[in-house]
């Protein structure tokens, strides 16, 4: 996100959450917020993702996703590189793919997830951030709608 305001919002969350935890009630809020943001900056991979967060949010009543296991972050590299290799409409049929995230119990483990899905949201206009983005809409849209 590249407003100022929308910047300030997220740093607002995450020491929120470093303060007091993720609690699911206050993080939908703040993320309802920050969506409207994305909204005025007419950015639609945000403004879906963030909605599919909070939904997921609601459901499973925590964030849960593992987004920085090892195996993960590897199959990114994997498919930057790849993708690199690859013309641009294979690219993108890549992207499509069905990908699953594993689940983490450990609040610890759930902090660092969640303040690591707001860095890729605050530093969204990165390549790399999308790819990642578009990867956790995608499993988010499966798992929410089947």
Known sequence: MQSITAQKKIDAIVDNVNKKGIIAETMIKELKELREMAQLEKDPLIVKTLRLVYSYIEDAGSFDLNLLEEDEIEEIEDLEEETKAIGEEEAEEEEEESYDFSKVEDFE?????????????????????????????????????G
């Open 109 to 145: 483990e759930k902090r660092e997830n969640f303040l690591y899905f707001l860095g890729l949201i605050k530093e969204s206009e990165n390549e790399y951030n999308r790819k990642e983005l578009k990867k956790l809409r995608s499993y988010l849209w499966e798992a929410i709608h």
